[in-house]
C-alpha cells in the first residue's frame, strides 16, 4: 500500500449488550417524544366562575351546571372527563341528550343511532378528540369506551365506573330527566348541562324540576349557575348574547 494511502477505520460490530442499549436508548427517546406530545398541561380556570365549576367536579359526584352559550360549560366538562379517562380514573365516557332539535331542521339523518347522534355531539367530540388526540379518541370509540347514548337507547341502562354527561338538559321532560338521574349506578360523575332560558319545549321542563327537588329537600348537588360576564368564547359572542337578552329600549315620545 502506498505510503500516502490512508487507512479506513475499520467499525467493530456492536455486541448483543451495547445493541440492546442502542435500542432502550432510541425506545426512551421515541416514548419520551410520545409522551410529551400526548400531555396536555392542567385544566386551567379562565374566571373565577370556571374555577368555581372546576371544583365542583373534583369534589362531587353529580354537578348540574347552567347558563349562556360560549361559558365554557361543555368544553370543561368533556375535557375533564378526557383527563379521567386518559389516567385511567374512568372506564367509560357516556355522551347523551334529548332528541329535540334547536329550530327548524335539515329532515332525518341516514345511519344508525349513533350516527345519527354524532352531528348533535359534535362540539363535545372535538373537545375530547383536542384533549385525547384524534388517534386514542377513535380507538376508545371504536372499542365503546366513549359512547354516544341516545334517550331511546338510555331506558332500562345502568352506567357505572363512567363520566356521564347529559348536554341540553333543557329540554329533557320531567319524564326524562327522572329516567336518566336513576340510570346512574356507583363510581359515576355526572355533569347535567342546560340553561333554563333556552328551552325548546313545549311542556315543563325537567332541568327546572330537578332545580326545584334541589331546594326543595336540600339534596347534596352543587349547581353552578354562569352569566353573560362569564362568555369567554370571543368578545363577539359576549356582545351578540347580551344584545338578544337586553331588553328593547323604550320608544321615543
Not at 374555577?51 to 361559558?71: C, D, K, S, W
Not at 330527566?177 to 360523575?189: A, H, N, Y
Not at 332545580?211 to 362569564?230: A, C, K, N, R, S
Request: aromatic content about 8%; some cysteine.
Amino acid at each position: 500500500m502506498p505510503k500516502h494511502a490512508s487507512k479506513r477505520s475499520v467499525r467493530k460490530p456492536r455486541t448483543e449488550s451495547e445493541e440492546t442499549v442502542v435500542s432502550f436508548k432510541a425506545h426512551k427517546f421515541e416514548r419520551d417524544k410520545f409522551e410529551r406530545e400526548r400531555t396536555k398541561p392542567p385544566l386551567a380556570p379562565l374566571n373565577r366562575k370556571q374555577a368555581e365549576y372546576i371544583h365542583a367536579l373534583r369534589h362531587n359526584p353529580q354537578v348540574l351546571v347552567m347558563g349562556p352559550a360560549g361559558t365554557g360549560k361543555t368544553w370543561i366538562a368533556a375535557t375533564y372527563a378526557a383527563d379521567l379517562y386518559r389516567k385511567g380514573a374512568i372506564s367509560k365516557i357516556i355522551l347523551t341528550r334529548p332528541n329535540v332539535p334547536c329550530g327548524r331542521t335539515l329532515g332525518f339523518f341516514p345511519g344508525t343511532l349513533e350516527e345519527k347522534f354524532q352531528p348533535w355531539a359534535a362540539p363535545i367530540v372535538e373537545a375530547l378528540q383536542e384533549r385525547l388526540g384524534k388517534g386514542v379518541y377513535d380507538i376508545a370509540f371504536k372499542r365503546g369506551d366513549i359512547e354516544m347514548a341516545p334517550f331511546e337507547v338510555a331506558r332500562g341502562r345502568s352506567w357505572k365506573n363512567a363520566f356521564v354527561l347529559l348536554d341540553e338538559a333543557q329540554n329533557t321532560t320531567v319524564g326524562e330527566i327522572k329516567m336518566f338521574l336513576t340510570r346512574i349506578g356507583e363510581g359515576c360523575l355526572t355533569v347535567i348541562n342546560g340553561d333554563v332560558g333556552q328551552s325548546d319545549l313545549g311542556e315543563a321542563s325537567g332541568l327546572s324540576k330537578m332545580i326545584d327537588l334541589i331546594g326543595l329537600h336540600g339534596l347534596p348537588v352543587p349547581i353552578v349557575e354562569f352569566t353573560l360576564d362569564d362568555i369567554v368564547r370571543s368578545d363577539l359572542c359576549a356582545m351578540w348574547a347580551r344584545a338578544f337578552e337586553a331588553p328593547a329600549p323604550l320608544a321615543a315620545e
